[in-house]
């Protein structure tokens, strides 16, 4: 079946602009992941997702930083007023939920650049 | 919160032999470590995890182990191939893909020297 799906795979913007990231989780899967990889490093989180809800948001670095799953499938990581400081690669991943110990598949990423 | 760190940062070893990657980890009460092998400009793929009721996993050429009292655990690839060459992190977490994100180590450059 189908992976981790997102668009766009690349994004390039102007300093104070906002932009949106989506991402289409596995079929089935009801916990949504998102994190951001800088060069070099490993995957940061930035916030879960149990259904539609927002379970966990403590990673998300400040009010700037906004994610929606209206309808527990298909999520947007918005930024808004973006920064330099913004530019990396924002990975969604998506896993079974309800239950521990799922394994997290994860997308291809969408590299984004803020001029 | 979580903290994983992960070394070394490039780990070059002779095709056919092993390699060691090691972590530690700061809460107790992670209970769940996958490891992640991630290719130039490709997504993250889980290649073998561990949780804490266990000391010991193995996969054909790989294997992790796990030291919960001395918080750390350590990835072992055996006759190591040129196609092993990538960047691999660690990653701890309370519940795994259930209910909290996981927190990642820095990764380890890996190559394979023919």
């Known amino acids: 079946g189908a992976g981790v799906s997102q668009t766009p795979s690349n994004k390039v913007t102007e300093k104070g602009k906002y932009v949106e990231l989506r991402c289409d989780p596995i079929?089935?899967?009801?916990?949504l992941y998102w994190y951001r990889q800088s060069l070099g490093q490993g995957p940061e989180f930035l916030i879960y997702f149990q259904g539609t809800g927002a379970a966990d948001d403590s990673g998300l670095p400040n009010d700037r930083f906004f994610a929606v799953r209206p309808e527990g499938s298909v999520s947007t990581l918005k930024i808004q007023r973006t920064e330099r400081g913004d530019s990396a690669v924002y990975l969604c991943?998506?896993?079974?939920?309800?239950?521990?110990?799922?394994?997290?598949?994860f997308g291809p990423g969408t590299r984004l650049t803020v001029l | 919160g979580e903290n994983v760190e992960q070394h070394p940062s490039t780990l070059s070893v002779q095709e056919g032999d092993s390699a060691v990657i090691k972590c530690t980890y700061s809460d107790s009460a992670s209970n769940y470590f996958p490891w992640y092998k991630q290719e130039l400009g490709k997504r993250p793929q889980l290649i073998i995890d561990?949780?804490?009721?266990?000391g010991e996993k193995k996969d054909q050429r790989i294997a992790v182990t796990l030291n919960k009292t001395a918080k750390h655990f350590s990835l072992h690839i055996t006759e190591t191939q040129p196609e092993d060459s990538a960047v691999y992190f660690c990653a701890a977490s309370v519940t795994g893909g259930g209910a909290d994100g996981l927190t990642f180590g820095k990764g380890t450059h890996l190559i394979i020297q023919p």
């Open positions: 079929s089935g899967h009801t916990a």
């Open positions: 561990i949780r804490s009721n266990v």
């Open positions: 991943a998506s896993s079974l939920g309800q239950t521990p110990y799922n394994e997290q598949f």
